[in-house]
């Protein structure tokens, strides 16, 4: 599908997700910006990163909130549309 891919996670180990699974994490800072972000857990970090730093993450289209960790009405009020499983 012509997919570009970034993986942010505070909590893993690069070296073995570069092991396991052959992904080289990207960190936060170094993130591209991108169509999509997809949040699939409820880290604290990814929590506490605000919807700012989200925002500043997306081309304009959507957040992708796997575990409803964030409130509707605050990527709302930072023009995020929030997709919530």
């Given amino acids: 599908y012509g997919v570009?891919?970034?993986v942010y996670d505070p909590l893993?180990?690069?070296?073995?997700?570069?092991?396991?699974?052959?992904i080289d994490l990207v960190p936060f800072e170094d993130l591209k910006i991108a169509s999509a972000v997809i949040v699939a857990v409820?880290?604290?970090?990814?929590?506490d990163l605000g919807m700012e730093k989200y925002r500043g993450l997306l081309n304009g289209s959507?957040?992708?909130?796997?575990?409803?960790?964030?409130?509707?009405e605050d990527a709302k009020?930072?023009?995020?549309r929030?997709?919530?499983?």
């Fill in 4 to 6: 570009g891919i970034q």
């Fill in 12 to 22: 893993a180990d690069p070296r073995e997700v570069k092991r396991e699974y052959g």
């Fill in 42 to 47: 409820a880290h604290k970090q990814n929590v």
């Fill in 62 to 72: 959507v957040l992708v909130d796997v575990k409803c960790v964030f409130c509707p």
């Fill in 77 to 80: 009020a930072h023009g995020i």
């Fill in 82 to 85: 929030l997709w919530r499983l």
